[in-house]
């Protein structure tokens, strides 16, 4: 069965550092799709980036990048200088059969991301 | 271009008594999904709709929920009747693209007393 598991409930970071947020994943789909969101306390969910299962490079947009390591299945998150504005919670997210439209997502338990000034 | 629409933001209910979500997707999104999120978890797929079809009810209650998507547009979630831990924000997502990304509303926070 697909999953998801995010190990840190919570990570602090002095603003303009990087961060690195940990998503492991589990599925004998070889083709899906990895996801991160991001839900600030007014709770909508931003989407901040996608990877591909059959991409050969690392996806970025602009501070964020995925680090995807198939091998291992994992799939963390890298903000590179952090912002005040980056306090929020951070969902990694996987669909199976991503060239199939539609398909849900299975959410991870997330993880609060506290910028320090 | 408008995001996703969902009515209302919040809503407090009893035990027992129902209650009613709205959901207008963005135009031309043939997919759309109702998502749980309990405090402190993850959102859960309840339901998803492909048009107006229902292509995965999987994880879906029935014996108290109920989804209906009406033309392939707006959606409507009910529960009927509330339980404690119906307690939960309720976000509906659509999409239609090459990466078939999901685009999220604002959520429907209930509380159930």
């Known amino acids: 069965a697909q999953k998801i598991t995010q190990t840190q409930p919570g990570m602090f970071v002095q603003e303009k550092e990087a961060v690195t947020l940990d998503c492991t994943y589990d599925t004998s789909d070889p083709s899906y799709g990895l996801f991160w969101y991001k839900q600030p306390s007014s709770g909508e969910m931003i989407f901040l980036i996608y990877q591909g299962s059959y991409d050969q490079q690392n996806a970025t947009e602009g501070r964020y990048s995925l680090n995807f390591q198939k091998a291992r299945k994992s799939a963390n998150l890298v903000i590179s200088a952090s912002q005040l504005g980056d306090s929020a919670m951070y969902f990694c997210a996987m669909r199976e059969a991503v060239y199939n439209q539609g398909g849900k997502l299975i959410f991870g338990q997330g993880t609060e991301l506290s910028v320090k000034p | 271009e408008a995001g996703v629409a969902q009515s209302p933001r919040y809503k407090i209910i009893e035990k027992r008594q129902s209650v009613a979500f709205w959901c207008n997707p963005i135009s031309g999104h043939a997919t759309l999904y109702w998502y749980q999120q309990i405090l402190g978890q993850g959102p859960k797929l309840l339901i998803q709709f492909q048009n107006n079809g229902v292509v995965d009810d999987s994880q879906l209650p029935k014996d108290r929920f109920s989804a209906e998507r009406l033309k392939g547009v707006d959606s409507t979630l009910k529960i009927q009747p509330a339980k404690l831990e119906d307690s939960a924000v309720y976000l509906c997502?659509?999409?239609?693209?090459?990466?078939?990304?999901?685009?999220f509303g604002p959520g429907t926070r209930l509380t159930v007393l």
């Open positions: 997502a659509s999409s239609q693209g090459k990466y078939n990304e999901q685009f």
